[in-house]
C-alpha cells in the first residue's frame, strides 16, 4: 500500500499545531503600544467587561469589570463581579499621580501610591507607609501581557511570614468573542482538509483492495512550471505552513503587479483537476477551447474581459480567491463530461490595486489510463 496518505495524514497533524499556535499571536503586540500611554490612558482603555482564566489559560464563569466613573475622575475595577468575595478597587488621580482605594469585606479601605515597577509594562502601587499590618495590602501590581490579556495582583501582609500573592489573569469578553469566530474559521478549514485527505486515502486502500481497476494517471505542475505559457510580472513560490507549495503574483511589484498564466490539456476518462488556492482578487478558471489565446499578452486588463466574454472558449469552471475570508481552500473540479475535448486552465491576476494577488498550489490534473 502506498505511504502517501501517511504522509498526508503527519503533515496533516502537523498543520494543527501550527494552526493552534496562531492562535496565540492573534493579538500580538498589544502590550507594545500601551507603553507609549499615561498612567491614566492605560487604565481608562481597561473599561469593559473581562474574563478570569484559569491556570492553564482557559476562560472560566468569573467576570472583572473596569469602568471609567465621575466623568474621568477615576476608573473603577470589580473583580470576581456578582460573587461573595467581589472586590472594589477605585484608581483616581491626586496632584497628578494615580492612586488607588481598595474596598473589600475585611474592613476599612486600603489606599496605595505609585510604586517602583519592574518594568514598562506593569503598574505598581504600595502603601503610603511602612510596616504595613496583618491582612493589610502590601502592593498591587497591574501588567499588560502580549496576546490582549491582563494579569492583576494583589500581595497582602501576613504575621511573621512572607507576605501572599494572589493572581488574576484576564482576557477581554470581545478578545475572547473574536478568538472564537477564528477558532470557528480554522476548524472550516481543517474539516475541508481532512475530508479530502479522507478521500485521497480511501481512494488508495480501494486500488490496493482490488476494488478499483482504473490506475489513475496524475500530471502536477505550478502555473510557472513547464507547459505553461506566461504573460506579466513572474510567480513567486513559497511554501505554505511549511508544508503545501504555492506559486503567487504577489512578487516583484506586489498587488500592483498582473500576470496571466494558461495550459491547455486533453480531458480523459474521469478527468478530475485538484488544487489549492489563497485569497487575493486574481481567479482561476477552465475553458472549453474555442480558440487558443495570444502567446504574448500585452494588455492583461483588455485580456481579461475578452477571456469572460468567451471569445476564447466557455469558461466551465471558476474560482475567484477573495470569495472567501483569505483561508487556504482545496477545490477539485469533475471534468468527465468533457471527455475527449481540449480545455485549458488559466491563472489570472488583472487587478492592480488592493488585493490583486493570487496564489495557488501545485495543480493535478488525474484520469484513468486507457
Not at 469602568?67 to 497628578?96: D, F, I, N, P, W
Not at 502555473?223 to 506579466?232: A, I, R, T
Not at 487558443?292 to 474560482?319: C, H, N
Request: with cysteine; hydrophobic share 40%.
Amino acid at each position: 500500500m502506498s505511504t502517501r496518505p501517511i504522509v498526508a495524514l503527519h503533515r496533516m497533524l502537523g498543520l494543527t499545531r501550527l494552526l493552534g499556535l496562531a492562535l496565540l499571536l492573534l493579538a500580538g503586540g498589544e502590550a507594545d503600544a500601551q507603553e507609549l500611554l499615561t498612567p491614566t490612558q492605560r487604565l481608562e482603555d481597561l473599561a469593559g467587561d473581562w474574563v478570569l482564566l484559569d491556570a492553564e489559560g482557559q476562560p472560566t464563569d468569573l467576570r472583572a469589570r473596569y469602568e471609567v466613573v465621575g466623568g474621568g475622575a477615576g476608573v473603577s475595577e470589580r473583580m470576581l463581579l456578582g460573587t461573595k468575595q467581589e472586590t472594589l478597587t477605585l484608581y483616581h488621580s491626586e496632584e497628578g499621580l494615580v492612586t488607588l482605594t481598595q474596598v473589600s469585606r475585611r474592613g476599612r479601605p486600603d489606599r496605595l501610591v505609585p510604586g517602583a515597577a519592574p518594568d514598562a509594562e506593569t503598574l505598581r502601587f504600595e502603601p503610603e507607609r511602612s510596616p504595613v499590618s496583618h491582612g493589610r495590602l502590601v502592593a498591587i501590581e497591574l501588567t499588560w501581557l502580549a496576546e490582549g490579556r491582563l494579569r492583576v495582583t494583589w500581595t497582602h501582609a501576613v504575621k511573621q511570614e512572607d507576605p501572599t500573592r494572589r493572581s488574576f489573569e484576564l482576557l477581554r469578553e470581545d478578545s475572547l468573542k473574536a478568538l472564537s469566530s477564528q477558532v470557528s474559521k480554522m476548524r472550516v478549514t481543517l474539516e475541508t482538509m481532512q475530508a479530502e485527505l479522507d478521500r485521497r486515502m480511501k481512494r488508495e486502500i480501494e486500488v490496493v483492495a482490488g476494488r478499483t481497476k482504473a490506475t489513475r494517471l496524475e500530471t502536477r505542475t505550478l502555473p510557472n512550471g513547464p507547459g505553461w505559457n506566461h504573460s506579466g510580472v513572474p510567480f513567486k513560490e513559497f511554501l505554505h505552513n511549511q508544508d503545501i507549495r504555492f506559486a503567487s503574483t504577489f512578487a516583484s511589484e506586489g498587488d500592483r503587479g498582473m500576470t496571466v498564466a494558461h495550459h491547455p490539456f486533453k480531458v480523459g476518462k474521469a478527468c478530475r483537476v485538484r488544487f489549492t488556492v489563497l485569497g487575493g482578487n486574481g481567479y482561476i478558471a477552465i475553458t472549453e477551447e474555442k480558440r487558443a489565446p495570444p502567446r504574448e499578452i500585452q494588455d492583461i486588463p483588455a485580456f481579461d474581459v475578452r477571456l469572460g466574454e468567451g471569445k476564447f472558449g466557455t469558461i466551465v469552471e471558476k474560482v475567484v480567491g477573495g470569495q472567501w475570508a483569505g483561508d487556504p481552500r482545496a477545490f477539485e473540479w469533475d471534468l468527465s463530461k468533457f471527455a475527449g475535448k481540449t480545455m485549458r486552465i488559466y491563472v489570472v491576476d488583472a487587478v492592480s490595486n488592493h488585493y490583486g494577488q493570487i496564489a495557488v498550489s501545485e495543480i493535478v490534473i488525474a484520469e484513468d489510463a486507457e
